[in-house]
């Protein structure tokens, strides 16, 4: 089973490109988590007839919102966090409810869960630093805790977040900037320490393997980039990954897709 998650930056501009069905087809995944989708169901333009497809998206239009297409149908889809963990870490601050931002969305397996997550970004002000990193940070992986109570899970998209020095190109340069502060990086350490493994990690080691470049300065033919997007597994899930890949020649986004295969 493959399967793929990109922060497509926009679904409906991936398409108009000419540019989403065929990385779809190139990549052939099971299970294809997007994040940033920036649309709603009804506006996504994209038919594609093999999968069953899952929409969270925002309230506010044009923005954040994340989608599951499926050619397994799940036994069940959960929509944002439950009422229970809303309340438990106020997850809404200066720039709106979280909840409506369409940030996650988990599909039940017969054999796992699969958690699609697109984390609010730091901001390069850093003023929604301590909303991500008091509120944001652990009520995700409490959740992903709850789940992995039911059954074993996976999560996967974009963290907004290098966690290592190797996870970008200029990590002195960036140290203490969005996406590279102590804060963000303690998230993912705790993911780890909670039992969670991170999938590329077992294949690659050392830096080069970027999943986002910025738009400026030639960064992504340059390769000056960063590893932001993730698949990591429940440690009972780690035999079962036999692959793990950065796509970085599959275009149309600042982001490109990341994939796991597993054996059940």
Known sequence: MKLVSWNVNGIRAVHRKGLFTPAVEQLKPDILCLQETKAQEHQSE??????EEYWNSATKKGYSGTAIFSKVKPVSVRFGFPETIMKKFRLRDDYGDLNAEGRVIAAEYEDFVIVNCYTPNAKPDLSRLEMRHKHWDPAFLLYCKQLQSEKPVIFCGDLNVAHTPD?????????GEHGFTKEEREGADKIIAAGFVDTFRM???????YSWWSNFGNARSRNVGWRIDYFFVTDSLKKSVKKAEIHPDILGSDHCPVSIELKM
């Open 203 to 209: 294949f690659h080691k050392g830096n080069g393997h």
């Open 46 to 51: 994209v038919d594609l007839l093999e999968y």
């Open 167 to 175: 996870d970008l190109a200029n990590p002195k340069q960036n140290e």
